[in-house]
């Protein structure tokens, strides 16, 4: 079956010029365009499922340089572009521990003032990531935890694991301290597995960070 390139150029202009997708081939690259990669790792895995990058257009970061004296030193240039580059490879990665079904993204949450809050909004909250998401949701169907939910049914049990995945993220999306307490009661019966310590330990952190959050808020019933 032939691919009708009209239909493709109907939908590209019909998709919002801010956003852009989430390729699973290896794009081709014009002039001035950066490419971000959140590649899964794994040899047993297809290109379609491994490759997860998104492509900014030329000018996006606009004209970045660094200098001394006024004067481009072209090698802490590369450095600082680079550092960037990667940043933003972190915060698309994130995205996608967040939701692995993410298809198409925003354009301004990859912008330079986009990539720096998001960096330092999420720094006090990561505490020390030593798990991926892929490692929980292999772990999760072997767990005690598992076991002791699989009456609740596939919802349940697909709710829990997606939750302890999403630990994996930055924005891990737990809003009260109350909730990391709760898994942490949830993860008892296996924390004797080293993959449940790095759980407690993450979710631990995140309590803490929440806990001083809501210390430090400001509400009516203060004034």
Avoid: C
């Avoid at 989430?22 to 290109?47: M, N, Y």
Wanted: charged share 20%; no cysteine.
């Amino acid at each position: 079956m032939g691919v009708n390139l009209e239909s493709i150029e109907t939908i590209m202009t019909l998709l919002n010029t801010n956003q852009v997708t989430i390729d699973t081939v290896t794009p081709a690259l014009t002039l001035g365009q950066i490419q971000l990669s959140a590649d899964k790792r794994g040899k047993e895995l297809s290109d379609a499922e491994r490759i997860r990058r998104i492509v900014l257009p030329a000018g996006h970061w606009g004209n970045l340089e660094a200098t001394t004296n006024g004067a481009r030193l072209q090698g802490l240039t590369e450095i600082l572009q680079n550092s960037l580059k990667q940043l933003a490879s972190d915060k698309l990665r994130d995205l996608l521990n967040e939701n692995p079904g993410l298809r198409i993204v925003d354009l301004d949450q990859f912008s330079i003032s986009a990539l720096l809050s998001w960096s330092s909004d999420t720094s006090s909250s990561r505490g020390s990531i030593t798990f991926t998401r892929e490692q929980v949701e292999t772990w999760f169907p072997t767990s005690q935890l598992s076991q002791t939910y699989a009456d609740k049914g596939k919802a349940v049990l697909d709710f829990l694991s997606n939750r302890l995945a999403t630990l994996s993220a930055k924005n891990h999306g737990l809003k009260k301290p109350e909730d990391a307490l709760k898994l942490i009661t949830l993860l008892a019966a296996d924390s004797a597995t080293p993959l449940v310590t790095d759980l407690i330990q993450r979710l631990t952190h995140i309590e803490k960070a929440l806990t001083q959050r809501t210390s430090d808020a400001i509400s009516l019933d203060d004034l």
